[in-house]
């Protein structure tokens, strides 16, 4: 069974900054794409950044430079830093493979106040 357990989310100013972390058990991670997801109310879930299993990344046009995922291969953790942070990167944000997998975890809320 697949576990995906997120945290480091809260609530910054606008430029602030936050790092999201995701422990992830079971086969989704080692060989796997990971990727952060978010979902803002009344939008769909979108893919944010993408990480392969030897570290190519991958970003959404809006947060490209903004944003860098990282990964623990050891700790099958994987990591989401996010600087110059705005109010449009509010969001509950979530960590699973790229394509995703059925099985979501909590996720962590992220609010930029302006």
């Known amino acids: 069974q697949v576990q995906l357990v997120e945290s480091g989310g809260g609530l910054v100013q606008a430029g602030g900054s936050l790092r999201l972390s995701c422990a992830a058990s079971?086969?989704?991670?080692?060989?796997?794409?990971m990727g952060w997801y978010r979902q803002a109310p009344g939008k769909k879930r979108e893919l944010v950044a993408a990480i392969g299993s030897g570290g190519s990344t991958n970003y959404a046009d809006s947060v490209k430079g903004r944003f860098t995922i990282s990964r623990d291969n050891v700790e099958n953790t994987v990591y989401l830093q996010m600087n110059s942070l705005r109010p449009d990167d509010t969001a509950v944000y979530y960590c699973n493979a790229v394509p995703f997998r059925r099985d979501w975890g909590q996720g962590t809320q992220v609010t930029v106040s302006s």
């Open positions: 079971g086969s989704i991670f080692s060989t796997n794409v």
